[in-house]
């Protein structure tokens, strides 16, 4: 673990890496898991092969350890010039016009994803090198028949210069296989790819990213072999996580012989919304009505996506804290239906318009703006609303959830409250364990550069009496605990 942990942290660091090989952890220190060990692979007549738990398995059971076929960053993907410069523009225009300033949150110019289409080239390029990779593996994947690919939309691609480097490569591949299995390749591998690939974020549950880009420069795509067999459920009870390109898949909960083991393919923080919503971010060939949906939406008034995404985190970032935090209440305001600050612990289970999640991100947003300017006990307030939503809403241990904790137990203590401090503490130590395990020593050793950040000013009054000179983390943390 030890030597996983040495090479992920210098992956870690690597700034925008040329090549997606950058991240790659070498296969002599990943923990790689045969699937076949707790889980087995069945057909369901409605959604087609899956994974089902051979055994009772209690939370906390790691299923597999898988790294992908192929997989691409999201900076890689870039948008055109126009749309970056019209992004940077909207700096610029203040508080002159908020109307149009909402419409933009609204309907800002969306560059046509090619992401798919990258990772398609790439798989393209491996089948030149190595064609068995498409007997062996690819051809195993959904869509497996004809019926199954007629029932699909048509691919595609979204732009010309890809279609023709995707024709390129198609005729090459016809110089070392069959002109039938090409043709196959051709019809099937585009719909592989998009009904199997798996978002892949390295420590997304870190506050801190390295980087120039941030978060998005560790970001991105990837297609794996076993882990595509996991279906969708907005209830999943498997959790998955990255450690640079190695994706981790772990029991949420207790789950017993004979049951599905299903993954959620949204992000977790959307999934309390309504089905209408889930489908259409998820876009699959499936509709995700939910176990126990009581509620039927046709239509909602408000975004389908969520409002507060990274573009606008950057953009309330950049701002001075003073700033920011009316810029925050006024969004919050908005998503709260104008009700203002006031209304922010109101039920917003049956409120059409902002996303539940949108709601949570300015709060945590607040939340680090007011810890900074030296005001925790505030701050700790939002942080324990951020728990009550991961708690109530997301599902079991997830992995944000353990960041929220973290923060908590450093505004707690630094508000002087120590029991409170070590009650977040511990909670977030045992979650952390329970899907990442390792002990204290794996859970400081991947916080340490969030616990570098300085998000505080140095610890007065009560809280400095606590610490005796020592480091927070040093102090809710300590190592002995594991
Ligand atoms: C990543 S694959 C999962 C494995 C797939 N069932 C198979 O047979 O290989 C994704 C596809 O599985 C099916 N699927 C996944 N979750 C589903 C669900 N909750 N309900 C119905 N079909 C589902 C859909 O056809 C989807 O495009």
């Not at 070498?26 to 899956?50: A, I, N, Q």
């Not at 959307?270 to 995700?288: G, I």
């Not at 992995?399 to 029991?419: C, K, P």
């Amino acid at each position: 673990m030890e030597e996983l942990l040495d090479a992920v942290d210098a992956l870690a660091r690597v700034e925008r890496p040329e090549l997606f090989d950058a991240l790659t952890v070498p296969e002599d220190v990943s923990p790689l898991l045969d699937p076949f060990t707790y889980m087995e692979l069945k057909d369901d007549p409605t959604k087609g092969k899956g994974w089902f738990a051979k055994q009772n398995l209690p939370a906390g059971t790691r299923l597999l350890v898988a790294k992908p076929i192929a997989a691409v960053l999201h900076w890689e993907d870039e948008p055109p010039e126009s749309n970056q410069d019209e992004m940077e523009s909207g700096d610029d225009d203040d508080d002159e016009d908020d109307e149009d300033d909402d419409e933009a949150l609204f309907s800002g110019p969306e560059p046509e994803p090619r992401i798919n289409e990258l990772l398609l080239v790439d798989l393209l390029e491996e089948l030149l090198d190595n064609k068995e990779l498409w007997f062996n593996t690819l051809t195993q994947l959904f869509p497996r028949t004809n019926e199954e690919l007629a029932a699909l939309p048509a691919w595609v691609c979204p732009d010309d210069a890809m279609f023709m480097e995707v024709e390129s490569l198609l005729e090459q591949l016809k110089l070392v296989l069959p002109a039938e299995t090409v043709t196959e390749i051709s019809k099937r591998l585009p719909h592989i790819v998009r009904y199997n690939i798996l978002s892949m974020e390295t420590c997304s549950e870190l506050l801190s990213y390295p980087g120039p880009d941030g978060h998005s420069s560790l970001a991105g795509v990837a297609l794996y072999h076993y882990p595509s067999f996991y279906n969708h459920s907005s209830r999943p009870n498997v959790n998955r996580w990255a450690l640079g390109d190695l994706m981790f898949f772990v029991t949420n909960q207790d789950v017993t012989a004979g049951q599905e083991l299903c993954i959620s393919y949204l992000e977790h923080d959307v999934l309390c919304e309504s089905p209408y919503r889930r489908n259409s971010m998820l876009r699959m060939d499936f509709q995700d009505g939910g176990e126990e949906e009581d509620r039927q939406v046709d239509s909602e008034e408000g975004p389908d996506m969520p409002v507060v995404d990274t573009d606008v985190q950057n953009e309330l970032m950049g701002m001075n804290p003073l700033e920011r935090i009316d810029a925050i209440d006024e969004l919050l305001q908005q998503a709260l239906g104008e009700k203002g600050p006031a209304s922010e612990t109101m039920e917003l289970s049956d409120r059409p318009g902002w996303f539940r999640c949108d709601v949570h991100n300015l709060q945590i947003l607040k939340a680090i703006t007011l810890d900074a300017m030296g005001q925790s006990g505030k701050a700790l307030e939002l942080w324990e609303q951020a728990v009550v939503f991961t708690e109530t809403s997301l599902p079991p241990a997830d992995e944000s959830g353990v960041m929220i904790r973290t923060q908590a137990a450093l505004s707690a203590l630094q508000t002087g409250d120590w029991h409170r401090a070590k009650q977040h503490a511990e909670i977030a130590l045992r979650t952390h364990d329970l899907v990442f395990g390792g002990g204290v020593s794996f859970f400081r050793r991947r916080y340490r550069h969030d616990f570098a950040l300085k998000l505080r000013p140095v610890p007065s009054g009560a809280a400095a009496e606590l610490l005796q000179g020592k480091a927070p983390f040093e102090l809710l943390w300590p190592l002995e605990a594991s």
